[in-house]
């Protein structure tokens, strides 16, 4: 596999089975942040994939995080989705190289 750097945008490859297994891995409120920041298309996909305890907890924060109205400088809210991406795909990478899940081909 290389040593390819993946960004967050490369989940949208993984297969449906992949991708809810790596959803599964996260914690629902990092799934809910880095919602904030992702395509619709692909977070109707991940919304999709959760299983309906979890996905209910993901919609609730999500809503929550009105990104406008935190007291908190936009860059340092950047920052922090971005962080939470590299988190993301950092658990990713590890389930792939787990053979866990595959990126489509």
Do not use: W
Request: aromatic share 4%.
């Amino acid at each position: 596999m290389g040593q390819k750097q993946y960004v967050y945008e490369d989940l949208n490859s993984l297969d449906d089975e992949s991708l809810g297994t790596l959803l599964s891995s996260c914690p629902y409120r990092l799934i809910a942040l880095v919602l904030k920041a992702t395509p619709e298309e692909m977070r109707e996909r991940m919304l999709g994939l959760l299983d309906g305890h979890k996905k209910q907890l993901v919609f609730e924060d999500f809503q929550q995080l009105d990104l406008d109205e935190l007291a908190v400088p936009h860059d340092s809210i950047i920052g922090e989705v971005e962080a939470a991406q590299r988190t993301v795909v950092r658990s990713a990478r590890v389930l792939l190289e787990d053979g866990q899940i595959q990126l489509a081909g």
